[in-house]
C-alpha cells in the first residue's frame, strides 16, 4: 500500500476563557495541504492519545475539532452532536507541547474510508496489546475484517515507535 508518512509538532495554546488554539509546525507538508485520507496519531513522547482518521487536511480537521470544542466550551451543548477532541481539554489534558504523526495514502484510498477506518482499527488495537491501555483520548473504534489491514497498521505502528 502507498503511503506518505510525515510528523509535526502540535502545540495547544490556552485562552483565558478556556477555549484553546492550536499551532502545528511545520506549516507546510502533505498532510496540511492534500485532502486525501490520513491516519493521524496524537502522542506525547511515548504516550499514544489518540488515533484518527481523516479526508480533509490535518489542519481542516484539527480546525474542526477545536471550533467544535471551543463552542462546547462557551455554550455548554455539543455543536452538531458533537463536542470535539477530549484532548484539548487542559483538565482532561496537561500536555500542551504534542506531535501528531500522518499517514496520507495515496489517492486511489480516496473512497475506500472502510479500509483506512481497519487500519485505525488495527493501529487503536496495537497500543492496547504492546502498552496495556487504549488511548486515553479514543472515542471510538472502527473494526472492520479488511485484508492487508492487519499488516499495514502493524507496519505503521514500528514506523512511530521509530519516531519517537
Not at 513522547?45 to 479526508?55: D, F, K, R, S, T
Not at 451543548?77 to 500522518?102: C, P, Q
Not at 474510508?113 to 487500519?119: D, G, T
Not at 496495556?132 to 515507535?161: D, M, R, T, V
Request: aromatic content about 14%; some cysteine.
Amino acid at each position: 500500500m502507498e503511503y506518505i508518512f510525515e510528523k509535526y509538532d502540535l502545540n495547544l495554546l490556552d485562552c483565558d476563557n478556556d477555549s484553546c488554539k492550536i499551532q502545528l509546525s511545520p506549516q507546510n507538508g502533505n498532510a496540511l495541504s492534500k485532502e486525501r485520507r490520513k491516519l493521524y496519531i496524537i502522542h506525547h513522547e511515548n504516550e499514544i492519545l489518540y488515533v484518527g482518521e481523516a479526508n480533509t487536511s490535518i489542519k481542516t480537521r484539527f480546525q474542526r475539532g477545536c471550533t467544535s470544542f471551543n463552542y462546547y466550551i462557551k455554550n455548554g451543548e455539543a455543536r452538531k452532536g458533537y463536542k470535539g477532541y477530549k484532548w484539548l481539554n487542559k483538565i482532561d489534558n496537561t500536555y500542551r507541547n504534542l506531535s501528531v504523526s500522518v499517514a496520507i495514502f495515496d489517492h486511489k484510498y480516496d473512497n475506500e474510508r472502510n479500509f483506512i477506518e481497519a487500519i485505525e482499527g488495527e493501529l487503536v488495537y496495537l497500543v492496547r496489546k504492546n502498552y496495556g491501555y487504549w488511548p486515553k483520548f479514543q472515542n471510538e473504534i472502527h473494526f472492520s475484517n479488511c485484508e492487508g489491514a492487519k499488516e499495514i497498521g502493524e507496519e505503521i505502528f514500528s514506523i512511530i515507535l521509530n519516531l519517537k
